[in-house]
């Protein structure tokens, strides 16, 4: 079993900067991409940024310029750090994993998500 834990949301005013971070545990074999996702009620999920593991990341036309998704491939975690936040990056944020397992069966898991309200 793999496990996806997240942490750094929280509220933060618009123009501020928030950094959430991502750790994937368990029976992994080897990760093919760490990225995230933000999800706001009532309207499609959508991806922020991936990073395909000896790749280059790609982000959203969004956040471009202003969010930078980066990698620790010896402690299997992905980290995003948000600046330049305004009101319209509220949402919930995923953590997301393509990888293979133990098993050499190739899965995607998320993490239960943090929420990032940006408001002041």
């Known amino acids: 079993q793999v496990q996806l834990m997240e942490s750094g949301g929280g509220l933060v005013q618009p123009g501020g900067s928030l950094r959430l971070s991502c750790a994937a545990s368990g029976r992994i074999f080897s990760i093919n991409t760490m990225g995230w996702y933000r999800q706001v009620p009532g309207k499609q999920g959508e991806l922020v940024a991936a990073?395909?593991?000896?790749?280059?990341?790609n982000y959203a036309d969004s956040v471009k310029g202003r969010f930078t998704i980066s990698r620790d491939n010896a402690k299997n975690t992905v980290s995003l750090q948000m600046n330049s936040l305004k009101p319209e990056d509220t949402a919930v944020y995923y953590c997301?994993?393509?990888?293979?397992?133990?098993?050499?069966?190739?899965?995607?898991?998320w993490g239960q998500g943090t929420q990032v309200t940006v408001s002041s």
């Open positions: 997301n994993a393509r990888l293979l397992g133990s098993d050499y069966v190739g899965r995607t898991y």
């Open positions: 990073a395909p593991t000896g790749g280059i990341a």
